[in-house]
């Protein structure tokens, strides 16, 4: 039986779901007692064909925080502990539900803010914007939050030129090294 990529991506996301959805919800008890709720945030991002969809977080910045990349904010957007959950990667893990649903795969360049119009822009001439977005990808193995919008787009050209099943595991080594780490995060 032959599985396509999308199915593979959604049979993990639904595997890791199951294990994953108890940490979920102590996350959302805590955020809904420090900070009160939503403790899920839907976030516009331009997606394939730079077609907009919501990403879905556990919200880590204080209710009526702006709409900008996190490198554009202030230490007091966050409320109390958030920039734990941030660098431990935890707010990213209800996106496995982008996954479900198709918007995103677990590897590809990651979805840029639907106001991220000069990085939007550049893929789409590069033809970035034909992949399919991801949670991780080359440009957040390479930098993360410690990069510029030019070099991520550089990356993700790179990306757009090597993908294969061999660059996807190293993303994938290099994304659990990371996030183990607590490396590249703002």
Request: overall charge positive.
């Amino acid at each position: 039986m032959y599985f396509s990529a999308h199915m593979l991506n959604k049979l993990f996301s639904v595997l890791l779901l199951i294990p994953i959805l108890p940490v979920i919800i102590i996350f959302s008890f805590y955020i809904l007692i420090v900070d009160g709720s939503p403790v899920i945030y839907k976030q516009k991002r331009s997606g394939r064909n730079n077609s907009t969809f919501n990403i879905y977080k556990l919200r880590t910045m204080k209710k009526n925080t702006p709409d900008l990349a996190t490198d554009k904010l202030s230490v007091k957007s966050f409320y109390p502990g958030a920039k734990i959950i941030r660098k431990l990667s935890i707010d990213e893990l209800p996106q496995l539900i982008n996954i479900i649903k198709g918007d995103i795969n677990f590897i590809g360049p990651r979805p840029a803010l639907y106001n991220q119009y000069k990085l939007i822009n550049e893929r789409h001439k590069l033809g970035i914007s034909k992949l399919k977005p991801g949670i991780t990808g080359w440009a957040q193995v390479n930098g993360r939050d410690k990069i510029s919008e030019k070099d991520k787009i550089k990356l993700d050209y790179y990306y757009l030129k090597n993908k294969s099943f061999k660059l996807n595991c190293i993303i994938l080594i290099k994304t659990i090294y990371n996030v183990i780490t607590v490396k590249d995060i703002n």
